[in-house]
């Protein structure tokens, strides 16, 4: 199987084998179905201010060009549910620190390898994971179903 990410983020999505943690990420994850990268800004930055809340959702600023990235947000997710209320963003700080490598594993489920009425979409995760890492810390800061 391909390698696949939601389409909202996909351009950001990399796999960096030079980066240990990645490597680490990927070691315990990867499989047929699941998904490990790092995110990567197009101007080439790797460092990101990080915002979640309580959708759940993870939104990372780029600390070099300000864009903002979606990396979780349930509507983009067809088996997702997201709710009508606007909930306020708080900046992932952890040990005073407020930027971050940033690294998601997305999981797909198999329907679509054994039902012939199912065709397989890049954004139908069933599951994610957020870490980051920054200080010899490595944190998970997300990990959500979505169906």
Known sequence: MYKYA???VEKFCIQDTID??????????QDNYK???K??????????????DRHPS????????????????????????????NFN???VIINGHK??????VYEYDDEFEFEEDVDFNPNDITWAKVYVYNQNTLQKI???ETA
Do not use: T
Request: include cysteine.
């Open 99 to 104: 930027s971050f490598l940033v690294y998601v």
């Open 35 to 37: 998904f490990v990268y």
């Open 20 to 29: 240990s943690i990645y490597n680490q990420l990927n070691e315990v994850y």
């Open 58 to 85: 993870i939104f990372v600023k780029c600390v070099n060009c300000n864009r903002i990235i979606s990396v979780y947000d349930l509507q983009y997710y067809p088996a997702a549910s997201k709710l009508n209320e």
């Open 39 to 52: 995110i990567k800004c197009d101007c080439g930055n790797e460092c990101f201010e990080v915002y979640k």
């Open 6 to 8: 939601p389409e909202h």
């Open 142 to 144: 997300l990990d959500d």
């Open 89 to 91: 963003k708080q900046q």
